[in-house]
């Protein structure tokens, strides 16, 4: 009963919906909010200036009544972060308002400089620069401060550094990835952007043996993406199904050419179906022109490239079982339900490939699959090992597969094959799984997650944030010493409320 009464009470803090996320995007920046100022440093007679991005900057009326050239015209709380993971210097977003959702003061605020030694600028490369550090009021974490991106608030007449979010609970602070918002996934380009964080070295950086994107000059005239640098990409198959992503070239991705050759690379990256679509080009076919790409370690430009996420989502990282009624998997579980290790992806696909597993593998991923889930979304050349979630597949989809497995079948599988209802469930039906190997012979599909329904127990969400406390002494907000610390700001487990002005 105790553990049951304290889900009611984590829930609400966790769960923010996806039209609540998706509301919070608009409606940012309002030009109605601009104020006219006689003396513009804007363009003669306008009271705002758009950028690229859609921000608008334009004069606002400050506390006292004067007016001050502004990035934001609305409080933004930034959606797409749950929590801060470690520093986050690299934050550049526009979040405006502090963890407790006081509103930020701009950074020109004069008595503020002396306790801070930046080692950045408070600028924005979001804001292309447009603005000094002086008229933002973005959070930012100019001196490295443990906990996170922060800005000044106001707290009756005193400035306190605020931190703008709470630190993710330790248990996120495992692996390298940066979690993300999942009602924000797969974060296609347009709906919300992510340009502020897609190429940042201090992420990029983190990615072992990521693949500088290069444009080759014998291939120039072929229509693909093309990135000139390392960064994560938000476009094409991969995207649309698990976000952004970054080109990788390391020891897994060698393993994979070196075991399952160029030539059925290039057969699985230039289906025949595309040589049959009339090329214009006078030489080389588009197909041709790919397979010498592959050939020639052009993978990239090849339009099939290995690969690994750029991002997790918070909440999938956190996720104990799996219910009926989840439908996508973005985070970075590495263990099956058993808590045997995954494979990474591409050396279950060159082992599928190549015949050392059970053939039904091959035929529900590669062979036997009418939408060619596996190999049109490249999930075969994913370098990771994360557990990855199938699209479940249709009654319809099923019957046809089955037939077509009784035909295929019937002539060459060994008695003791696996069993089709089993892993057709396993693999499309039962959510995210992977490959792992069970002895020396045997790589079996395993599903990462017990079902909800199945535990009797009710589970408790884990915690995605970490309290933080005002010390006594200082005043100063630092991490708990004690969670049962008086001063820790309880969220959910007491429902109690921070005072105003608390210390
Ligand atoms: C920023 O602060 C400096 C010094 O405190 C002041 O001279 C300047 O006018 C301020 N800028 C704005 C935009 O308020
Ligand atoms: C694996 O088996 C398939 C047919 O089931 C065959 O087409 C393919 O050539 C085999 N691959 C290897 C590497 O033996
Ligand atoms: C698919 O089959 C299952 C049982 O095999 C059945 O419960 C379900 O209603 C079917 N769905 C559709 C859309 O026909
Ligand atoms: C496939 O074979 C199994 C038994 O081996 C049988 O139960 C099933 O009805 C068959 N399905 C089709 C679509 O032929």
Known sequence: MKNFLEILVFLPTLIVGISKFQQQFQKLSLIEDCVVSPTTILK????????????VFCYRKQHDGSLKLGSTSRSFADPRFLCAKGEMNWYRGRRNVAFDQKPCEFWNTSSIQQNVKPTKSFSSYSMRRFLLDEYENFCRNPDDWELGPWCWTRNGGALEKTPCFQPCSPKLFEGIFICLNKWGFPYKMGDFDLTDIMDLPELVGSFKNVQLQFENRRLSDFPVFRYQT???????????????????????????????????????????????????????????????????????????TFWRQCFSACQDDTKLCWKKTDSSYFGAKKTSKFLETCLPWTKSAALILNNK????????????????????NRVFLNTENFCMNFRKK?????????????????ETSPENSLDFETEFEKVFQNGPGCFVQKNEKLVIFESCFQNCESILEPVKEPKITQNICKSKKSGKWDFCKNPEDENALYRGRRRRKPKNGEK
């Open 357 to 376: 597993t059970d053939e039904i593998y091959r035929f529900l991923l590669f062979d036997g699959d009418p939408q060619n889930y596996f190999v049109e």
């Open 44 to 55: 003669d007679n306008e009271k705002y200036y758009r950028d690229e991005m859609g921000n």
């Open 394 to 410: 249709s009654n319809s989809t099923h019957a046809k597969m089955q037939k077509l497995w009784n035909q295929t079948r019937s």
């Open 230 to 304: 390392k960064t994560c990409v938000n476009s094409g198959k991969i995207a649309e199904n698990f976000g952004p992503w970054i080109a990788v070239l390391d020891g897994k991705a060698q393993e994979f050419i070196r075991d399952s050759g160029r030539r059925t690379l290039w057969e699985l990256c230039t289906p025949e179906i595309r040589e049959k679509t009339p090329i214009i080009r006078i030489e080389q076919s588009e197909v041709t022109k790919r397979r010498v790409a592959i050939q020639e370690d052009e993978i990239t430009a090849a339009d099939c």
